[in-house]
């Protein structure tokens, strides 16, 4: 039996593979490796426990602590690391980087250390888009071009990915390497767009679009970007790097709209706020690559965000108890004085 060490498992992604993968492959056993950050919570893996029971571990612990994470791998016979561990919101970056940095570039080069010193493991990374930097013309984004990340958030996985591209070169560890477009879903922390724009109209409050919201991203299932990486680790090129979205692409505003009509919520909900420092104005990506290896979305956008705008209606269990926590005060800090700049 397979055992994959799937760091960062009880955030929104992760959870979101360890399902997928535990119900599509019965001969692989799952370690979930979490620091339980305020972004991780152990009822993302409640039903997965439930279903699959003994093939699913959970080891609470920080990809930092080198210890820790050799002594999580040695005991649990693991022989492939999956890295989701990270600090992953844009805004948060902007207001204190320090996490940042010690988790996404330091906590992947611990995790890749202990890939080597275990005999070579195999090592998937999960990076983004966002490496990339903002897109200009209508060029999609090949793994060829270079990185330019412009957020602290976007630099720390830049970093990570040279360091793990460092590793295939110099020790010949087997990596490969998949940068995922904006995923949208199930158990997404409500501090990114789609779940808190959902989360802010079904109380009827403003939806704070940076700037004039005409800014393009691809909005993909996360469910589509699971079965990408799935896909890369069964046939993916070691030493490679595979972009997952649709390769298409979608205004803010679009977005939104969409997901106020299913809502059945007004568009003066919507209120053009004081825009992000160094907003990414574009990004698109070519997912070629990954598509001549057999994968291919089924959810189109406005599929996407339908479907997740359902899961949020239906999933209040979920959500309350964090918009009432620690996500108070951040709400308070990032949007309490923030310029309106018009509404509607
Ligand atoms: P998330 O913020 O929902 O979850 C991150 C998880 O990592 C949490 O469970 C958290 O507890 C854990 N974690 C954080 N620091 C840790 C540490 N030091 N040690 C151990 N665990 C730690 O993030 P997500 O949206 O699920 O993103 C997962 C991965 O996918 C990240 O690497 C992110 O960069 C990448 N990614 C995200 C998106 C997106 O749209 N959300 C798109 C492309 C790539
Ligand atoms: P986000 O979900 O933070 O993802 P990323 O910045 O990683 O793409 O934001 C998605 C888009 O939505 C991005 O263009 C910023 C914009 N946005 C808003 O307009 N208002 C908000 O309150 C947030 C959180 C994001």
Partial sequence: MQTLFVTGGA????????????????????????KLTYAGRLE???????????????????????????????????????????????DRSIMDPDAFIRTDVYGTYVLLEA????????????????????????HRSLETD???????????????????????????????????????????????VVPLFVTNALADMPLPVYGDGQQMRDYQHVMDHCAGIDEVLQHGVIGETYNVGTGKEMTNLRM???????????????????????HDRRYCMNVDKLMALGWEPDYTHEQAIRATVRWYVDNRWW????????????YRRLYGERKVISKG
């Fill in 11 to 34: 955030g929104f992604i992760g959870c979101n593979f360890v399902r997928y993968t535990l119900d599509k492959h019965p001969d692989v056993r799952v370690v979930v490796y979490d």
């Fill in 256 to 278: 939104v709209e969409i997901m106020l009509d299913e809502l059945g919520k007004p568009h003066s909900l919507i209120q053009h706020v004081e825009d992000r420092q160094g």
């Fill in 146 to 192: 270079c990185m330019a990340p412009r957020s602290p958030y976007a630099a720390s996985k830049a970093s990570g990915d040279h360091m793990v591209a460092a590793y295939y070169i110099t020790y010949g560890l087997p990596v490969t390497i998949s940068r995922g477009a904006n995923n949208i879903g199930p158990f997404q922390y409500p501090e990114k």
């Fill in 115 to 138: 890939a080597r010193k275990a005999g070579n493991l195999r090592y998937h990374q999960i990076s983004t888009d966002e490496v990339y930097g903002h897109i200009h013309g209508d």
């Fill in 319 to 330: 959500w309350e108890p964090i918009r009432s926590g620690e996500f108070k005060d951040y």
């Fill in 44 to 90: 993302n893996l409640q039903d997965i426990q439930a279903k699959h029971g003994k093939r699913l571990v959970f080891v609470q612990g920080d990809i930092c602590d080198g210890a820790a994470v050799d002594a999580a791998i040695g005991e649990n016979q693991v022989d492939t690391i999956v890295n989701f561990a990270a600090e992953t919101h844009v």
